[in-house]
């Protein structure tokens, strides 16, 4: 508490889709252990180190144990502002990482196995709750960036701008903001699915194509952050010593609580920085993703140097660095998981992206 504390960066290399194996895309990208993980092709040759490195043999569950997600989830329970975000080209697995392979349809849901680190941080969190007689209210927000507008994904009807305000004790924030409390793994996972229900659906299976566009929309053309907010209620029936509960002794018998948040972060697809070529509203979106993308690595450039040697943080450049300033630069504890694809056709986004999260390895706040 209180000490720098640098951003943990991992990587994950999804295998070769069936796509790329058939058209004969050559495997780059090999981990060597420890961490390290090379990339060799044609005129690029280069190592990368992280504090762990997936590969495609990797299963969801070795991701969640060996990331630090599970820490993550104790630490946003003793209070700390906890953030993990996915980052890399669209397809190279962030919503399978986060989410597992859930877009398909929803009469067959996933494997347990398959379940991401969403899932898995869900449960891991409500066992907590229910096991070491911390009574936590928990209770989720979950907003879109699209555009340069913020928009929250679970208010009913058409999406609708909400404002982004600052203030001294609570740093950037959205105002009017929707947060619904869950106490089940379903209902916090139907709140995730409970957005492409606001179209009114024409049939069953209707619903489903709605459901499943609308998950690819997040992942390539908006910025989706859920956030789960952690309260640990006022208890007075079992006071634990010396960790303040009911030691006020105010007449109600409640006490300071504990407030911290999880938030996951889908980021857009990298590789929507070079598109801007494209005409219309592809245009539009294309330019806000990479303004938010870009004023993002702006910052954790900024962010990386020494302390001392910081200049001014330009957070205000864009929406997403506005919401994710505390995750990056300020109290917060952040996860960044950097997803990449093998294949020799991506080479050039995958050095993109591990040039990025190398950066973002040098990045620390103070929890
Ligand atoms: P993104 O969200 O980055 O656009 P996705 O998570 O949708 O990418 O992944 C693209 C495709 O690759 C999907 O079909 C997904 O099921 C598959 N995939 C991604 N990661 C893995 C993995 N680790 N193992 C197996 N399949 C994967
Ligand atoms: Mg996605």
């Not at 404002?163 to 996972?189: C, D, H, M």
């Not at 409970?194 to 997040?218: F, Y």
Request: aromatic share 6%.
């Amino acid at each position: 508490e209180g000490r720098e504390t640098r951003l943990r960066v991992v990587l994950r290399v999804r295998p070769l889709t069936c796509t790329e194996t058939r058209r004969g895309d050559q495997q780059v990208v090999h981990s060597l252990g420890d961490g390290a993980v090379h990339v060799s092709a044609a005129r690029h040759d280069a190592t990368f180190g992280f504090s762990a490195v997936f590969d495609s043999g990797a299963s969801q569950e070795a991701v969640f144990e060996g990331s630090g997600m599970r820490q993550l989830v104790e630490l946003a329970i003793d209070g700390f502002s906890c953030t993990v975000f996915a980052f890399g080209q669209t397809g190279s697995g962030k919503t399978y990482t986060l989410m597992g392979p859930l877009a398909q349809s929803q009469t067959q849901p996933a494997s347990p196995a398959l379940l991401g680190l969403m899932q898995r941080s869900f449960t891991y969190l409500l066992e907590q709750s229910r096991s070491c007689g911390a009574d936590l209210a928990l209770s989720a927000s979950y907003l879109e960036i699209y555009n340069e507008q913020v928009r929250d994904l679970l208010s009913p009807g058409p999406p609708c701008a909400l404002p982004l305000r600052w203030s001294k004790t609570r740093g950037f924030y959205v105002e009017n903001q929707l947060s619904v409390e869950f106490e089940s793994l379903e209902a916090i996972v139907s709140l995730l699915l409970q957005e492409m229900q606001s179209i009114p659906p024409p049939a069953g299976s209707q619903r489903r194509r709605t459901s499943a566009h609308a998950l690819n929309r997040h992942s390539s053309r908006s910025h989706a952050l859920l956030t789960i907010h952690i309260r640990g209620r006022a208890v007075s029936a079992h006071p634990a010593p010396g960790e303040g509960w009911g030691a006020q002794g105010s007449a109600r018998g409640s006490c300071p609580s504990k407030q911290g948040t999880l938030c996951f972060v889908d980021l857009a697809g990298s590789e929507r920085v070079k598109e801007t070529g494209s005409s219309g509203e592809l245009s539009v979106e294309a330019n806000s993703i990479n303004r938010s993308l870009l004023a993002l690595g702006h910052c954790i450039s900024l962010l990386a140097k020494p302390r001392g040697k910081r200049t001014h943080i330009p957070y205000r450049d864009s929406k997403l660095t506005r919401l994710l300033a505390r995750s990056l630069g300020g109290s917060g504890i952040t996860l960044m998981v950097a997803c990449i694809s093998p294949s020799s056709r991506c080479v050039s986004e995958t050095l993109s992206t591990l040039h990025y999260a190398s950066r973002a390895r040098r990045v620390t706040t103070r929890p």
